[in-house]
């Protein structure tokens, strides 16, 4: 369980144990030199382990052994290397191309940038490149946003004892094998971690290496016997103790397996379609359940299919091919009769003053009078009724001569042969669409007999049908009804015929089914039932077994294959390797500096040692212990900061105990470490960097500081870096430090450049630009005072420090009153370059002039009160 982790390095002690590894496990069987490969550039996943026992079975995979390119070179480590530069870089993440990160030539170079703005980029090139253990499972991927693809390249600039380099590199490939001296420290791979028993161990990178190793067979040896083991105990039951029965196919074949049985019988008849599915669970349900009780289920269940498929078939005549003609010609028919009778009509009533006699509305007009003078005017008269004195039902005026023979004429019209006629085609016409109107089914009616085949019959795939003929009718009878009145209708959509034979053919089942149940047991049909059912069982027990049966075969020959597989993880030699690298690696001179190097980062005041601890597999462990408590469990002591500087102590010490000169970089050293721990790590940083390069990415700027003064007490070059992102693209590299971690002077410099290249928006009337120029010359204004008054008490309060120099209390006199009204003046004024009175609703913006004068009263500023300060001594 590792928790603090560091040290990816390559001190020449580290490089010389994996040499040395490598050329001892030119003996190694196959399996081990490919887990030693694993193990050397990454930890190893479940998918590594897989492909390891694979290996070991000696399997179709291929061994990939370890090699000089997976490791340090050795050679290298007697070199001193520097780097000088990354640059041409290309498809990682989303850095930015066409940019060079350069680096100082010795001391310390610190490289900032806040969180997403490619840091992370850079570094992990510089892990691929450095042959990092911890790169393996850290990927570097192009930008996903970006069109351009292809591999990850970037060129390096380095030094050899001096001498100037540069080597491509691209991620598929390995890089200059000298860059492999340069050592990196990030949070990945550890030479100490906490032990499972909570202790904190150090174990140098190669003896780690093979303890993983002998671990490795001691995991793999386990999976090896627990395998044998349980084939050898398997007694498959489909031979042993089948629970199929003897008489069935599957009951036959089980007695009669032996090695010239074929897979694929036994699959074939394992293998139950979806139909014999559902007949199996029919079958087991019919038989297990009150046979009287499920004979009415069943006899009930058929008499709702059957009512529903009667429904299903008048519609679907009602629709068949030929329907939608035959109700055209009813129609035409009528209409044909129809306006037979309205010419007659003409004929009759052409002269009379008003239109439209023999029309529908007035056939209506007419019946309703003869009702009227049957029941109501003239009960005991004929209609219509004429006589003297006699009047009109509709308008009850008396009748003349013409009245009366207007109305028996309209009388005799009605009973004419020509109306007659028109009332029987329509009448027949009218009946016909009733029967097809009366023929539908109402969607209420189409679920529930799809539910009944879908959910009581399961038969998904036969409701659909059914569900898509119904819907299909229904569609061809509303076409129908809608377009038989056209003289030139549509094409009626496609019959889609209903699957009458596969329903009749359940019903047919259901009363075969309750006709069987209510047979007595010894029935001939309760017998077929019965046996229908256990051949169906037992084949789908069968297909529960059936790999068990298959693989009895071969079962023999595996187990011997496995034993010789266990031969090649004995560790005897492994131990022995180890115990050599202890005493290379881990010496009296490591632990001493160790020791030194804890106390340097001042961890909790604890004096701390290495200690010689046990053996895991016959790999001698070291732990790190109390001098005063050495049986006290350290991981329970330490806290997470000071556990980050035990990992970069022992880093240190490592390095410390060769000659190597070559570069240091430090990724996010200062990650859980409260300020007096990175104040002590500045400290040490600065130390080192007096005698080699030291490289620190970091995204805090406290620790910026805390590094900046640590090199300037003890007078080491120190020179800063910065790294941006922009809108869509990261990776932008500068020379200087942070806008808000570089000196007054050069933030003031950069704000006049910026006025000077930008006031041309304001000359040509591009108000829009001027304006975020303004805002943005107006928030460093602001800052950069604020800035200003932190150097003008820095001898005495400097930023993030914890302490108070009372040494240069007096230069605090060089302040006069007028300064501190000078500099609220000007403060103000920043303050409302871009406001104004509520009178002004669209105030025009100030000129380039008023924005240098600001810059300029600024710029005075700063340096009378720095001439002053330093005309006063310190006391």
């Given at each position: 369980?590792?928790e603090?982790?560091g040290?990816?390095?390559t001190?020449d002690s580290?490089?010389?144990?994996?040499?040395?590894?490598?050329l001892?496990s030119?003996?190694?069987?196959?399996?081990?030199?490919?887990a030693?490969?694993?193990?050397?550039?990454?930890?190893?996943?479940?998918?590594?382990?897989?492909?390891l026992?694979a290996?070991c079975?000696?399997r179709?995979?291929?061994?990939?052994?370890?090699?000089?390119?997976?490791?340090?070179?050795?050679?290298?480590a007697t070199l001193?290397v520097t780097?000088?530069?990354?640059?041409?870089?290309?498809?990682?993440?989303a850095?930015?191309?066409?940019q060079?990160?350069?680096?100082?030539?010795?001391?310390?170079?610190?490289?900032?940038?806040?969180?997403g703005?490619?840091?992370?980029?850079?570094?992990?090139?510089l892990?691929?490149?450095?042959?990092?253990?911890?790169s393996?499972?850290?990927?570097i991927?192009s930008?996903?946003?970006?069109?351009?693809?292809?591999?990850?390249?970037?060129?390096?600039g380095?030094?050899?004892?001096?001498?100037?380099h540069d080597?491509?590199?691209?991620?598929?490939?390995?890089g200059d094998?000298?860059?492999?001296?340069i050592?990196?420290?990030?949070?990945?791979?550890?030479?100490?971690?906490?032990?499972q028993?909570?202790?904190?161990a150090?174990?140098?990178f190669?003896?780690k290496v093979?303890?993983?190793l002998?671990?490795?067979?001691q995991?793999?040896?386990?999976?090896l016997?627990?395998?044998?083991?349980?084939?050898e105990?398997q007694?498959?039951?489909?031979?042993?103790t089948?629970?199929?029965?003897?008489?069935?196919t599957?009951?036959?074949?089980?007695?009669?397996?032996?090695?010239?049985t074929r897979?694929e019988t036994?699959?074939a008849?394992?293998?139950?379609?979806?139909?014999?599915?559902?007949?199996?669970?029919t079958?087991?349900?019919?038989?297990?359940?009150d046979?009287?009780?499920?004979?009415?289920?069943?006899s009930?269940?058929k008499?709702r299919l059957?009512n529903h498929l009667?429904?299903?078939?008048?519609l679907?005549?009602?629709?068949?091919?030929?329907?939608?003609?035959?109700?055209?010609q009813?129609y035409?028919?009528?209409?044909t009769?129809?306006?037979?009778?309205?010419?007659?009509?003409g004929?009759?009533?052409?002269?009379?003053?008003l239109?439209a006699?023999?029309?529908e509305?007035w056939r209506?007009?007419w019946?309703?009078a003869?009702t009227?003078s049957?029941?109501q005017?003239y009960?005991?008269a004929?209609?219509?009724?004429?006589?003297?004195?006699?009047?009109?039902?509709?308008c009850q005026?008396?009748?003349?001569?013409?009245?009366?023979?207007?109305?028996?004429r309209?009388?005799?019209?009605i009973k004419d042969?020509?109306k007659?006629?028109?009332q029987?085609?329509?009448?027949i016409?009218?009946?016909?669409?009733q029967k097809?109107r009366?023929?539908?089914?109402?969607?209420?009616?189409?679920?529930?007999i799809?539910?009944?085949?879908?959910?009581?019959?399961?038969?998904a795939?036969?409701?659909?049908?059914?569900r898509k003929?119904?819907?299909?009718?229904?569609?061809?009878?509303r076409?129908?009804l809608r377009?038989?009145?056209?003289?030139?209708?549509?094409?009626v959509?496609?019959?889609?015929?209903?699957?009458?034979?596969?329903?009749?053919?359940y019903?047919?089942?259901?009363e075969?089914r309750?006709?069987?149940?209510?047979?007595?047991s010894?029935s001939?049909?309760?017998?077929?039932f019965?046996?229908?059912c256990?051949?169906?069982?037992?084949?789908q027990?069968l297909?529960?077994?059936?790999?068990?049966?298959?693989a009895?075969?071969?079962?023999?020959?595996e187990?011997a294959?496995?034993?010789?597989?266990?031969?090649?993880?004995?560790?005897?030699?492994i131990t022995t390797k180890?115990?050599?690298?202890?005493?290379?690696l881990?010496t009296n001179a490591?632990?001493?500096?160790?020791?030194?190097e804890v106390?340097k980062?001042?961890?909790?005041?604890?004096?701390i040692?290495l200690?010689?601890?046990r053996?895991?597999?016959?790999?001698?462990?070291?732990?790190?212990?109390l001098?005063k408590k050495?049986?006290?469990?350290?991981?329970?002591?330490?806290?997470?900061?000071?556990?980050?500087?035990?990992?970069?102590?022992a880093?240190?010490?490592?390095?410390s105990?060769t000659?190597s000169r070559?570069t240091?970089v430090?990724d996010d050293?200062v990650?859980s470490?409260d300020h007096?721990?990175?104040?002590?790590?500045?400290k040490?940083?600065?130390a080192?960097?007096q005698?080699r390069?030291?490289?620190?990415?970091?995204?805090?700027?406290?620790?910026l500081?805390?590094l900046n003064e640590a090199?300037?007490?003890?007078q080491t070059?120190?020179g800063?870096r910065?790294?941006?992102r922009?809108?869509?693209l990261?990776?932008?590299c500068?020379?200087n430090?942070?806008?808000n971690?570089q000196?007054?002077?050069?933030?003031?410099?950069?704000?006049?450049?910026?006025?000077?290249?930008?006031?041309?928006?304001h000359q040509?009337g591009n108000?829009?630009e001027?304006?975020?120029?303004v805002?943005?010359l107006?928030?460093?204004l602001?800052?950069t005072w604020?800035?200003?008054?932190e150097?003008?008490?820095?001898?005495?309060l400097?930023?993030?420090a914890?302490?108070?120099d009372?040494?240069?209390?007096?230069k605090?006199?060089a302040v006069?009153?007028?300064?501190?009204k000078?500099m609220?003046?000007?403060?103000?004024?920043?303050?409302k370059l871009?406001?104004s009175?509520?009178e002004?609703?669209?105030?025009?913006?100030?000129?380039?002039?008023?924005?240098?004068?600001e810059i300029?009263?600024?710029?005075?500023?700063?340096?009378?009160?720095?001439a002053r300060?330093?005309?006063?001594e310190?006391?």
């Open positions: 369980m590792s603090t982790k040290n990816s390095g001190g580290e490089a010389r144990g994996l040499a040395s590894i490598l001892w030119q003996d190694c069987c196959g399996w081990q030199r490919d030693l490969r694993r193990l050397t550039i990454g930890e190893l996943g479940d998918a590594d382990l897989a492909e026992i290996l079975k000696k179709s995979l291929k061994a990939v052994p370890l090699a000089s390119e997976h490791a340090p070179d050795s050679k290298a001193t780097l000088r530069c990354i640059e041409a870089v290309e498809n990682v993440n850095l930015a191309e066409k060079r990160l350069t680096f100082e030539k010795s001391g310390v170079t610190v490289i900032y940038g806040d969180n703005s490619g840091k992370s980029g850079y570094i992990r090139v892990k691929k490149v450095c042959r990092v253990r911890s393996k499972d850290e990927k991927v930008n996903i946003y970006a069109s351009k693809t292809g591999p990850q390249k970037a060129r390096i380095f030094t050899v004892n001096g001498n100037n080597a491509p590199w691209e991620n598929v490939k390995i094998p000298r860059l492999s001296s050592s990196i420290f990030d949070s990945s791979a550890a030479s100490v971690h906490v032990d028993t909570n202790n904190v150090y174990t140098p190669p003896m093979l303890e993983d002998a671990q490795l067979c995991v793999i040896k386990q999976r016997t627990a395998e044998i083991e349980a084939i105990k007694t498959p039951a489909a031979i042993k089948p629970e199929c029965r003897s008489q069935t599957v009951g036959k074949l089980i007695a009669q397996l032996d090695g010239r897979p036994i699959r008849l394992a293998t139950l379609s979806e139909t014999e599915k559902t007949r199996l669970q079958l087991k349900t019919d038989l297990a359940s046979p009287a009780k499920t004979a009415r289920t069943l009930a269940q008499l059957d009667t429904g299903l078939e008048v679907q005549a009602s629709v068949a091919e030929g329907q939608g003609e035959l109700l055209t009813l035409r028919k009528y209409q009769a129809k306006q037979a009778s309205a010419a007659a009509a004929d009759l009533f052409g002269n009379d003053p239109p006699i023999g029309s509305v209506v007009l019946e309703a003869r009227y049957q029941q005017a009960p005991a004929v209609f219509p009724f004429t006589a003297d004195g006699a009047r009109c039902v509709l005026q008396e009748l003349d001569e013409e009245a009366a023979d207007r109305l028996v309209f009388e005799s019209f042969e020509s007659r006629r028109e029987n085609a329509r009448d016409y009218e009946d016909a669409v097809l009366a023929g539908d089914v109402s969607f209420a009616n189409l679920r529930a799809v539910a009944i085949v879908r959910d009581e019959l399961n038969d795939v036969l409701a659909a049908q059914v003929s119904t819907l299909t009718a229904k569609w061809r009878l076409h129908i377009a038989h009145k056209l003289w030139s209708p549509p094409p959509p496609t019959f889609e015929a209903l699957p009458s034979q596969a329903l009749a053919a019903s047919a089942d259901l075969t309750a006709s069987a149940l209510m047979s007595e010894t001939e049909d309760r017998k077929k019965i046996a229908e256990e051949e169906l069982t037992d084949r027990w297909s529960l077994v059936q790999e068990d049966v298959i009895e075969v071969g079962r023999r020959g187990i294959a496995l034993r010789a597989a266990l031969e090649d993880t004995k560790t005897n030699r180890s115990a050599e690298l202890a005493e290379d881990v490591l632990r001493a500096q160790f020791t030194k106390d980062l001042g961890v909790a005041g604890l004096a040692e200690r010689k601890d053996s895991s597999y016959g790999t001698p462990l070291f732990r790190v212990s001098i050495p049986d006290a469990r350290v991981g329970e002591i330490l806290s997470e900061g000071e556990h980050r500087c035990v990992a970069i102590a880093f240190l010490a490592e390095l105990t000659e070559s240091l430090f050293p990650s470490l007096m721990h990175r104040e002590n790590l500045a040490r940083f600065a080192e960097g005698n390069q030291i490289l620190v990415f970091t995204h805090d700027i406290a620790f500081f805390l090199c300037h007490e003890q070059h120190i800063f910065c790294i941006t922009g809108t869509d990261a990776g932008y500068h020379l430090a942070p806008m971690a000196p007054v002077d050069k933030v003031i410099e950069s704000m006049q450049k910026q006025l000077d290249n930008q006031k041309i928006q040509q108000q829009e001027w304006y975020k120029t805002r943005s107006q928030e460093q602001r800052t604020e800035r200003a008054v150097e003008v008490v820095g001898p005495v400097k930023r993030l914890n302490k108070v009372t040494k240069g209390l007096a605090l006199t006069e009153l007028k300064d501190c000078t609220r003046k000007a403060f103000g004024r920043c303050s871009l406001h009175s509520s002004v609703l669209n105030p025009p913006l100030p000129a380039p002039d008023a924005i240098q004068n300029t009263v600024l710029l005075e500023w700063t340096a009378d009160i720095k300060q330093d005309k006063i310190t006391v």
